[in-house]
Each structure stands twice: as structure tokens, then as C-alpha cells.
């Protein structure tokens, strides 16, 4: 949300999103006369970790997830009463996040009135440094968060991801891994990510006109060597025929 800000003042040529523009941010691009072009570059999961002592939830209906994330649950106990009387303390991302905002939107929906519902910001711990969350949960007897995939895969001996199901049936969890992330199975929390480039920079800067060359043409290689899931290849060759 904050990169948007930028982008659409014209303070930034080059702008990597998590989430799609929305249409506020489209209307504060026009008003400021930005143009520009999107394309999607890799894909990532939104994973729900709890730290690596926890072995006993291994499995979450996104309805829980919500209750969890509005604090109408905060005890695993609560969960299922064979847990342990352990209060959960949440961590996640801050409110200049896309995945704050892909989150809240796709697991606590919307008011009566339309609006996409956000959790006090007291219930939880929050950060746009992912890395802050790791430590956070990791380091957390009763920790629980989410960010995104990479950040998990890189310290998955510290951590344990909990599988979701949005169904309710917990025989039907998918846990997050490259292939449910890249074919969707891991729903709602799969996403493309995108990098946004201000129009009227690229057609008058050759450097930048390189660089997003290679971004495109390389982004599948770029995105697993961190740790993101590569796009689909047809979406990448789209992306390199539009550029």
C-alpha cells in the first residue's frame, strides 16, 4: 500500500507489489497522470506458521483462521479442547503491507456496509519486515502469524506451517508448498506477485528498458532462487510479448 502511494506520486519508476493495484491507487495514479504497465513475475503463498515446538496443530479451517486473527479465539485450547492451555500471540504484517491487506481481504472478508474487515491493531504484533515476524513466532511459546512463503522456507527448522482448508473439512488441508501454491490447490491464501513500471520512464530510459527485460525474461530463475514460486510459463511469455 505504501509502494503504491509512492509509485502514484511519481516518487518511484519501478514498483514490486504483492497484491494487484487497486482502484483508489488507480485513480491517484491518473490524477498525478501516471501511466504504467503491470507484470506478473513470480508467485507466493501466504503461510500460516506457528514455531517448530508446536506439533499439535497441524491443520485450520479458514473460518478458525479468522476468529483466530479478530481475537474471538485466543487460547489454543479453544481450537480443539486437546490442545494445550497455551494463549496464542499473534504476529503479522502492518498495515503498509500488501499482504496485510490480501490477507484481511481473502480470510476476514467484508462488513455489512462493504468494506474489508481489519483486526484491532492491538490483538497483534505487527511489521512489514517479514524477517521481524519470523522472529517473532519462532521465538514464541504460543507464536502464530503469517508472511509470505519465502521467508517460511527459509527458516522452516525453526517453524512449522499449519495446512488450511477452506471447506471446513480438515481431511481436505493443503499445507504450502511450491506445487499448491503454483496450481492454486493452496487457496485462498496463492497469489501472483507483480512489479508495476511507470510508462513514461521506460520509453525515454534504455537502462530501465534492459533491466525489465531481464526481470521478465528471468523472473522464474530469480523468484525460486529466493524462495517464491515461478509463475506460470504462459503468463511470463505474456509478460515478455507485452514488453
Not at 89 to 104: A, I, M, W
Not at 110 to 123: H, K, R
Request: charged letters at 20%; aromatic letters at 12%; hydrophobic letters at 40%.
Amino acid at each position: 500500500g505504501a509502494g503504491y502511494q509512492v509509485f502514484c506520486e511519481g516518487d518511484s519508476d519501478l514498483q514490486n507489489a504483492s497484491r494487484a493495484i487497486d482502484e483508489d491507487e488507480v485513480q491517484l495514479c491518473a490524477d498525478n497522470g501516471i501511466d504504467w504497465y503491470e507484470f506478473e513475475i513470480a508467485f507466493d503463498g501466504i503461510t500460516v506458521v506457528v514455531p517448530e515446538s508446536n506439533t499439535f496443530l497441524t491443520c485450520l479451517s479458514t473460518d478458525l483462521l479468522a476468529q483466530i486473527w479478530l481475537g474471538e479465539i485466543t487460547n489454543y485450547n479453544q481450537i480443539n479442547p486437546e490442545f494445550p492451555d497455551l494463549e496464542i500471540v499473534l504476529f503479522g504484517p502492518g498495515d503498509q503491507s500488501g499482504t496485510y491487506d490480501f490477507f484481511n481481504e481473502e480470510i476476514l472478508g467484508e462488513d455489512d456496509a462493504g468494506e474489508t474487515i481489519e483486526p484491532d491493531p492491538g490483538l497483534f504484533e505487527p511489521s512489514e519486515d517479514d524477517q521481524i515476524l519470523v522472529e517473532g513466532v519462532a521465538n514464541t511459546e504460543g507464536g502464530f502469524g503469517h508472511f509470505g512463503y519465502a521467508y517460511y522456507a527459509a527458516a522452516e527448522d525453526r517453524l512449522n506451517a499449519v495446512a488450511l482448508t477452506a471447506t471446513g473439512d480438515l481431511a481436505n488441508c493443503v499445507a504450502p508448498s511450491p506445487d499448491t501454491i503454483r496450481t492454486g490447490e493452496y487457496t485462498p491464501l496463492s497469489r501472483p506477485l507483480y512489479v508495476y513500471v511507470n510508462a513514461a520512464t521506460l520509453a525515454e530510459t534504455p537502462a530501465l528498458q534492459e533491466f525489465l527485460r531481464f526481470y521478465v525474461a528471468d523472473a522464474a530463475a530469480i523468484a525460486t532462487s529466493v524462495g517464491f514460486v515461478e509463475a506460470p510459463a504462459e503468463d511470463l511469455a505474456a509478460g515478455q510479448q507485452k514488453l
